[in-house]
């Protein structure tokens, strides 16, 4: 659970989870494993037509919760449930407390429930003298060392086989083995008498069925079934996002839950139970069953146009599984009770922003979440705009309000950016890295920083602009500020090459930084305002398209900008228009100007490549820079994980240096292991991440842009 | 899909979550099986380990209530039923088709009917509002299903009509069964058999 009090105790604390070897080696294994496994068992079906039926199913729940649980409601009385309506977690566990005080029980066996976890319904159980026990090994295995899950599928992921072993053997007062088969023979045995003894069952749901008033259960190992045959009560505790109006809808969800969550086609067991079926122990041979519907905020969140589509969440725990800072630093330090990306949001809805406000920063912004995402929730955006909520609230930290106010006025920007590169000149090495990073800076020492380039693309512009007397096209170039003023000679790759294959090209002076900075520290004002700048400063030209170096700037103009404009016409339309236009260098190059072998030099040079998370992720871009690697006389040789974040997100290198330079260092490793001598990729923020790392390795590999590789041996 | 395509992708399915699957020619047929089954195996041992592994007193007391042999087969065909009766009593078999909750420390073979199959995930469907019936598929060692080959499907949604006769005929309690028991809790090594059949056999049965 979540207890930091401010982001320095946060930072402390992940440092525990970055020194767990067993950890990072078990997540790392997982991450790897997982990745297959979800292919294999997706092949051959179209995932985004099921995802975005999910989508839609879901938000038709949403629309119409109150019918639909009326219309539940109403079904399983008929068939002799009882449904109680819970408005937060407090009076869920009363009336849980209510029940089994008056069917005098004394002992409640649950079966995994993310919904109990929110509600803490244990505590509340056991302040009233019931004794109660899990039966999901893991859950058992986490409830017996009184934890929480650190993983919505398999909580107790960050224990090894050692310490379950010395577990076991406290709880039986036997010595027990480490061989993982026995250890689960032996929860097998010890949890069967709990289950003989249990007065009361507790399970969650995965669906409840409006038409059939009936719920639906989701497990492998088969409790959830004995958790409610056997006990004479069974209580159904279920958030309202697990109503669906039709069975259909059910059925469709189980062909995403399971695949996404484990790889597995479907669960060893789904169970239906519907009414109050036969039960020897029960009162006339029938079971007592509840069915708890718990709100906790949720109609509310129903109700919001952007956090309504929260709702969607299957809880398959993939966004979990495939975010490269859950994999550093696993569950406990990534949320609260309910982990990974739909987890810091959820805290923040659920637990309040106390609990959520540090954890909101450490989302990456590589979108692996969004793209896995079952019901295909914008998770980053979410995150992005809770963290931004929270700062409105509790008012921003300087930092952060400084960049915005900077931002905003692109003169001062530049002018900083100007004055900076007369500042770092006694840092400054020959080779464009600072030599020395001030003492301030000290954690962010694992990479090499770059210098401020002499002359910035901005002023080199009016010199190098070449004459094109036939253009093909007409299009506009968006540098934005690190080709600006760092990386010039990447925009003079771009111009070069371009020039000769007869575009022509304008680069507009007003056009500053993106704004997706600001963005990411919570500043969605100033985010604003910078759009509306660069809004302005490409209205006028009649461009073809809009193209950017920048994998971060492209996803960011594309996506973002229209959202951010959203409620004035008038730049909602300039916003549309413009982010049709904006297409990255490699897609323009590779696919409209159809660069081919043809022009270039072949070396047959090994080159590697590493996908910017807003290229392959953002804007749905694979196979292009394959083919401009090939295209510019290289051989291009995959190296593992081409597709995960290099640890650079911006300011969130800034913020957690110690994640930031681990992701780099898996990510340099996979580098190193092609053998390749050159790396190339597609944004200048990547860039300067691996060549910085790189260097501080003291490695001979070259980092360049695309572009640049291809105007290197242009013939 | 033919059905034997059908019946092709059900036991290729079936068998990568570890389910073992027979073709029977007739009813008699599965009913040696079974017996053949719970001669093989030894009276009351959780498969691969269990037994020898230490308990805390009281879970070693229930195990202790277990004896004999015992093979349940609830809501079977009652001429099915005599059949294996015989067969039961012969090799000294306790049979039993009620009474399970007297039972719960476990028993070696639950035989059951099942209502369908589907080919996509190689999952049963079962009917199983009777608690003898879903406890025999329960706390069974080892889980026998008898399934008709007539009765599998391409894929879930075939069965949709079905389940919604069933379910909006409440109470009703109907189950997917897609190989044995199973975790993954620990390290995320997987191991079956943990609170419900170590495993599961199905026989599918010539119709």
Known sequence: ?715 | MTVQQRIDLFTEKATAVSAVVVEVAKPADALDYVVDLCGKKEACQLLASGCEAPLSDKAEKLCEAKRDKVIAAPGLDPELFKQLKTRCDELGFKLIDSGMRNHLAGIDIGFTEVQHGIAETGTLVQESSSEELRLATMVSEIHVALLPKSRIVDDSYDLEEYLLGAMKNAPNYHAFITGASRTADIERVLALGVHGPLELHILLLED
Not at chain 1, 24 to 39: C, E, M, S
Not at chain 1, 474 to 492: N, T
Request: with cysteine; glycine share 6%; hydrophobic share 40%.
């Open chain 1, 1 to 715: 659970m979540q207890t930091a009090k401010d982001l320095k105790q946060y930072r402390e604390e992940l440092h525990e989870s970055l020194d767990n070897e067993f950890l990072r080696t078990i997540l790392d294994n997982f991450a790897v494993a997982y990745r297959a496994g979800r292919a294999n068992a997706f092949k051959g079906m179209d995932v985004k037509g099921l995802i975005s039926e999910v989508a839609a199913c879901k938000d038709e729940a949403t629309l119409h919760h109150a019918e639909l649980y009326a219309q539940f409601k109403e079904n399983a009385e008929k068939a002799g449930v009882k449904v109680h309506w819970a408005k937060d977690a407090e009076e869920a566990n009363r009336i849980i407390c209510d029940i089994a005080r008056a069917n005098d029980c004394k002992s409640v066996v649950k079966s995994k429930s993310m919904t109990a976890e929110e509600t803490l319904l244990n505590h509340a159980l056991e302040d009233e003298n019931f004794e109660v026990i899990e039966t999901d090994l893991g859950e058992w295995i986490i409830q017996l060392r009184h934890e929480g899950p650190s993983h919505m599928v398999m909580p107790a992921i960050h224990l090894s086989r050692f310490q379950v072993k010395d577990l076991f053997s406290e709880v039986t007062g036997k010595e027990q083995e480490t061989d993982i088969d026995k250890l689960v023979k032996v929860a097998r045995r010890e949890l069967r008498q709990k289950y003989v003894n249990a007065d009361m069952g507790i399970s969650g749901a995965n669906f409840a069925v409006a038409e059939t008033g009936g719920i639906g259960l989701v497990t492998n190992e088969g409790n959830a079934r004995l958790v409610t045959t056997l006990p004479k009560v069974h209580v159904a505790l279920m958030g309202i996002d697990k109503l669906v109006p039709k069975l259909h809808d059910a059925l469709r969800i189980l062909k995403v839950l399971p695949r996404n969550a484990t790889g597995q086609a479907i669960t060893s067991y789904v169970t239906w139970i519907t009414g109050s079926n036969e039960c020897a122990v029960g009162p006339d041979g029938k079971k007592e069953i509840h069915f708890v519907l718990l709100d906790n905020g949720r109609s509310e969140l129903f109700k919001d146009p952007l956090f309504s589509q929260v709702n969607r969440c299957v809880r398959c725990g993939a966004c979990a599984n495939v975010c490269p800072v859950y994999r550093l630093v696993g569950g406990h330090k990534m949320g609260h009770i309910y982990i990974g990306a739909i987890g810091l949001i959820l805290t923040y809805f659920f637990h309040g922003k106390d609990k959520a406000k540090n954890l909101v920063q450490n989302c990456i912004n590589c979108e692996a979440c969004k793209d896995i995402c079952a019901g295909g929730i914008d998770l980053p955006r979410l995150i992005k705009e809770i963290h931004s909520r929270i700062q409105d609230e509790e008012g921003h930290p300087l930092p952060s309000l400084l960049l915005g106010k900077v931002l905003k006025n692109r003169k001062l920007f530049h002018t900083l950016l100007r004055t900076a590169k007369w500042a770092q000149k006694p840092m400054k090495e020959s080779d464009q890295f600072i030599r020395h990073l001030p003492m301030m800076f000290s954690q962010h020492d694992f990479k090499a920083l770059p210098t401020i380039a002499d002359t910035p693309f901005r002023d080199m512009w009016k010199d190098i602009k070449p004459e094109v007397k036939a253009p093909k096209h007409r299009v506009a170039l968006f540098s934005g500020c690190v080709q600006d003023f760092v990386y010039p000679e990447q925009m003079k790759a771009c111009v070069q090459l371009l020039g000769d294959a007869q575009v022509d090209m304008d680069f507009p002076m007003d056009q500053s930084c993106c704004g997706l900075p600001v963005q990411m520290m919570g500043e969605m004002k100033a985010a604003r305002d910078v759009a509306e700048q660069n809004l302005r400063a490409f209205q006028h030209g009649n461009y073809d398209y809009i193209i950017t170096l920048c994998a971060s700037c492209a996803s960011h103009l594309k996506h973002n900008y229209p959202k951010l404009v959203k409620g004035n016409p008038r730049l909602e339309s300039l916003a549309m228009e413009f982010s049709n236009k904006v297409i990255d260098f490699s897609s323009f190059a590779n696919d409209v100007l159809g660069l081919d072998a043809e022009g270039f030099r072949k070396t047959g040079e090994k080159a590697t490549y590493h996908a910017p998370c807003h290229l392959c992720r953002g804007l749905d871009v694979h196979e292009a820079p394959h083919k401009l690697i090939e295209a510019a006389g290289l051989e291009y040789v995959e190296c593992d994980e081409e597709e995960v974040c290099c640890g650079f997100g911006g300011t969130f290198s800034m913020k957690f240096p110690e994640l930031s330079s681990e992701l780099l260092n898996k990510k340099l490793n996979n580098v190193e292991a092609t053998g390749a001598k050159t790396l190339l990729t597609d944004c200048p923020g990547c860039i300067m991440q691996l060549r910085g790392g790189l260097k501080r390795r003291g490695s001979d590999i070259q980092v360049k842009h695309i572009a640049e590789a291809l105007a290197a041996n242009k013939k």
